[in-house]
């Protein structure tokens, strides 16, 4: 690691945010067969090449870096919200991820492709020759060492390293929660702006685009919603009703259904790759 004027770690900070509000790591991070049976029963739920909206608007920013018959590597595809797209826009798409559920599904999509390559191994422990393009969105949750996953990055990509990570803020009936009523909320303990500061450290200066999305709720009825709404409380117990009076604001009744708008942001970080001292272990 570079010598930085910043003296925060902000990998510690990274790893730090992993565990839960007590300070307990999480099962689901430690215990890979735990991680494997959640993405099982969402890859059941899934339609075929059912993707999320807000990956649109993602990947249209993302695609600018695409250059034409680009090889590119794809950390922790999931369900497939970028690697459809992608497959469209690259010669030679390499798929790696964790989960056999994950790779199963997405097998299916491209039985008679010969350039797409799937690979069932963490991204800390693969072993590939570069590609033009390295690309992960929302994949790196479950990393701890996360200096050398971007290293990685850095060293498998030949014209660019792409991530993308949706972030904040909270929905905002929550701050109302904190502020007004003096509940401790589960605020996000992990964001881009630590990934930003540790590409800085590492001597990677990385561009870094904001994009800002909408996400809507839909609910049949109120105590769908505020069930729903409050789950982000972490003390014991709560008033019902200052959770109703936080929401007020904030939802419309449409066509039957209670609607929440919630304004969130992507960040799209990526770099051209630079000669780090301590790649060639990559």
């Known amino acids: 690691m570079k010598k930085s004027p910043l003296k925060i770690d ?16 999480p099962e689901r991070m430690r215990n ?10 969402s890859m059941q739920k899934k339609r075929l090449m059912e993707t999320d909206a807000h990956a649109i608007p993602i990947y249209e920013r993302i695609q600018k870096y695409i250059p034409k018959n680009a090889s590119c590597i794809e950390i922790g595809p999931g369900w497939g919200n970028y690697t ?11 798929l790696v991820d964790g989960s056999a ?23 800390e422990e693969v072993n590939l020759s570069p590609h033009d393009i390295v690309i992960g ?22 014209k660019r390293a792409i991530i993308g990570l949706t972030t904040g803020p909270i929905q905002p009936h929550y701050t109302l929660l904190d502020e007004k009523f003096g509940y401790k909320i589960k605020y996000p303990r ?28 839909r609910y049949k009825n109120y105590d769908a919603l505020y069930e729903a709404q ?3 409380i972490l003390d014991d117990s709560f008033e019902m009703e200052h959770v109703k009076q936080s929401l007020k604001g904030f939802i419309t009744e449409e066509d039957s259904e209670i609607l929440y708008r919630h304004t969130f942001y992507a960040a799209i970080i990526s770099w051209e790759p630079v000669n780090l001292y301590d790649e060639k272990k990559f």
């Open 101 to 123: 559920s994950v790779i199963q599904y997405l097998k299916q999509f491209f039985t008679d492709d010969k350039a797409v390559q799937f690979i069932h191994k963490k991204w």
């Open 137 to 158: 969105v929302n994949c790196f949750y479950r990393i701890y060492e996360m200096n050398d996953a971007l290293k990685k990055m850095n060293a498998l990509a030949k």
């Open 32 to 41: 890979d067969e735990l991680e494997e049976a959640f993405w099982a029963q």
């Open 230 to 232: 409050s789950k982000k």
């Open 10 to 25: 902000f990998e510690a900070l990274w790893q730090e945010g992993m565990h839960d509000w007590q300070g307990n790591m």
């Open 190 to 217: 992990r964001d881009y702006i630590e990934i930003v500061n540790m590409l800085y450290q590492l001597g990677i200066y990385a561009d870094c685009e904001m994009i800002k999305l909408e996400r809507i709720y």
């Open 84 to 94: 459809f797209p992608l497959r469209k826009d690259v010669s030679k798409l390499t």
